[in-house]
């Protein structure tokens, strides 16, 4: 019985979630398929990067995607060592892994672009390392999350953590970039600023929109997927207590 | 009521620290984190020979002389304040050029010939490594086309 | 004022009884960084360039090798529950046992950095800066690795983790750290980068206590 009130919270998500899925994945799947469109076909190469220009359209969003989970983590976290929230426990635990693939993805295409750029798979520059870095961050957070028997405390480690590793992004950014000017004076490269000419900033838009449905969309499933393993687990204890 | 203090303490003790590294952070930022000596360092101070040391300048024009041996450049840095010959036996990146900002590493011999043990150019066409730009702003011979790679 | 230099005398009675892991902890520094120019070749220039590195970054893992003992013992054989519910301050038994775990880690660790940078033909001139830039660094290192050592309490494997965990976080002591000392080889201003281990120590003084009594507190609920 008193299992049940940790429920009453999540139905309401249950019902909210089932609904908006639909619309989150058909909007992820229409600016996805216009995104890559416009960003492969109809935009410009550019004037000194050429043809491999267009790996940004991919790119960069999973870059802004690596960061704004993150950030959707520490939030979560807060509420979950403030409030005791389950759902926000469910929320970080289920965001992790794909900040990380999002991560993933950028530190790939940064490579993928690198190679015809810097004429290596890898350089140090500053931008790559502190991003391999926030990597390392999520998979610490994974892995504290599931290194406990108890789930519930493995959230809260995890929790704690988000919330350290969150004061530390900017100092570790700060130390990176000013590491990089002491051994890489080469260039950096500056995606324009607000420079960048419309047919090329309509695309990265929409991909960055596709992107966060996606992730909307993934977060959506993978959280009523927690949600039901609980469920199951808390039904599994109460038969085996009977 | 001894709860309330206590908290308040650890508040106040949290506010005081925080402040303070801020102030760290700021005075730090303050000072001008150079990674090379420029050549006015190198006349000014007095270096000890034989310590590794970095030196970083552009290029003057119409120093860059190969030695007889094929292998070993000698070439002439400055800030346009002062300049400082090098000697560098070895293979010069590609974007070795006149004009160009560089930075090398090596010591100071006796004779106040700086031999590099490695020279590092810029990677791109249109670039200066910034720290030159900073060291040519600090000796006040900045203009403002240099930046934009006006010395090529 | 007096539980705190009760449990700083009692921690250092354990770390004084159990001498053998502050030597252990020594023998690994020393004998690490004595690999490398087996690693690299005897050649003196490379090893002076890369000794502020080696010798950080070697401090660095055995300083986070010893972290075990800042909690785990008190928290098997149950002494950490009565800290917990005790009437000192979370925050105040971490820094307590921070302190201690630097008197007996830190401190020697940093006692030694200079016979191995002299294996490693650095410049003696560089000397002061490396203890400087250490004895601001390794509190820091200590007090992250007190988070560390907390939130891992009871879990599987839990050394791996650590060290999954802290590593991202150690790279700006590690960062500056190596800096300064690169900078007094170079004959460059050293001042901003320990400033900069300053105030990253007082950052991590002010955060790292609180979070690690947090941690505490899930560990031992």
């Known amino acids: 019985m008193a299992n049940l009130h940790k429920f009453a919270n999540p139905t309401l998500f249950l019902r909210l979630s089932r609904a908006l899925l639909p619309w989150c994945v058909g909007i992820a799947v229409v600016t996805m398929a216009v995104g890559l469109y416009l960003g492969l076909f109809v935009a410009p190469p550019d004037y000194q990067q050429g043809e ?16 704004f989970v993150y950030t959707l983590m520490a939030v979560a976290s807060a509420v979950s060592l403030i409030w005791r929230h389950l759902l926000a426990d469910l929320v970080a635990k289920a965001a992790a892994p794909l900040g990380a693939g999002f991560t993933l993805i950028a530190l790939a295409t940064g490579s993928l672009w690198g190679k015809p750029m810097w004429g290596t798979w890898w350089v140090w520059d500053a931008r790559l390392t502190s991003v391999l870095i926030l990597f390392f961050l999520y998979l610490g957070h994974i892995a504290l999350t599931h290194a406990f028997d108890d789930p519930g405390r493995g959230a ?10 969150f004061v530390n992004v900017p100092i570790i950014k700060f130390s990176v970039d000013w590491w990089n000017t002491l051994h890489q004076p080469a260039s950096v490269l500056k995606l324009g600023g607000p420079a960048i000419h419309p047919t090329m900033l309509w695309p990265l838009l929409l991909m960055a929109v596709a992107f966060t449905f996606y992730f909307i969309a993934l977060l959506f499933l993978r959280v009523r997927g927690e949600i039901a393993a609980r469920k199951l687990r808390a039904l599994q204890l109460a038969r085996a207590a009977r | 009521m001894k709860r309330k203090h206590r908290r308040l303490m650890f508040v106040l003790f949290a506010l005081v620290g925080l402040g303070a590294a801020t102030a760290l952070v700021l005075t730090a930022l303050e000072e001008n984190i150079v990674f090379f000596h420029s050549p006015t360092d190198v006349a000014e101070k007095d270096l000890p020979a034989g310590r590794t040391i970095r030196v970083g300048g552009l290029v003057v024009e119409q120093s860059i002389q190969k030695q007889a041996d094929g292998v070993t450049v000698a070439f002439q840095i400055t800030d346009m304040a002062h300049t400082l010959p090098i000697v560098y036996t070895g293979i010069l990146p590609d974007l070795f050029r006149e004009g160009q900002g560089i930075v090398a590493e090596g010591e100071l011999r006796a004779d106040g010939v700086f031999a ?37 | 004022m007096t539980g705190v230099l009760v449990l700083l005398r009692r921690e250092l009675r354990l770390a004084l009884r159990q001498w053998g892991d502050v030597a252990m902890v020594l023998s690994f520094f020393v004998i690490t960084v004595v690999l490398f120019p087996f690693g690299i070749g005897p050649e003196p220039n490379i090893l002076t360039r890369i000794s ?89 290192l200590t007090l992250l690795g007190a988070v560390g050592a907390a939130l891992t309490l009871g879990a599987r494997r839990g050394g791996v983790l650590l060290s999954l965990l802290l590593l991202p976080l150690y790279i700006p002591v590690l960062i500056f750290g190596v800096g300064a000392v690169d900078a007094a080889l170079g004959e460059l201003a050293v001042r901003p980068h320990l400033l900069f281990l300053g105030a990253l120590f007082l950052f991590a003084l002010v955060l790292a206590p609180w979070a690690s009594a947090a941690a505490l507190r899930e560990a031992v609920a």
């Open chain 1, 52 to 67: 491999s220009v267009r790996i940004m359209y991919v790119h960069v969003p999973a870059a802004w995607m690596a960061l």
């Open chain 1, 156 to 165: 809260r480690a995890a929790a704690i953590l988000a919330l350290v590793g």
């Open chain 2, 116 to 152: 590099a043990r490695e020279v590092l150019a810029k990677h791109d066409e249109t670039y200066m490594p910034p720290e030159v730009a900073d060291a040519l702003k600090k000796s006040g011979h900045w203009k403002e086309t240099d930046g934009t790679g006006a010395e090529q």
């Open chain 3, 52 to 140: 502020p590195g080696i010798i950080w970054v070697t401090a660095l893992l055995a300083s986070m090798l010893s972290l075990d003992r800042l909690f785990l013992a008190d928290y098997e054989d149950g002494s950490l529950d009565l800290l917990v519910a005790g009437p000192l301050p979370l925050m105040l038994v971490v820094l307590t046992k921070c302190a201690a775990h630097w008197l007996t880690t830190g401190l020697p660790l940093i006692a030694a950095a200079p016979l191995l940078a002299v294996l490693l033909n650095m410049d003696a001139a560089a000397f002061p800066v490396l203890i400087v830039a250490m004895a601001l660094g390794m509190p820091t």
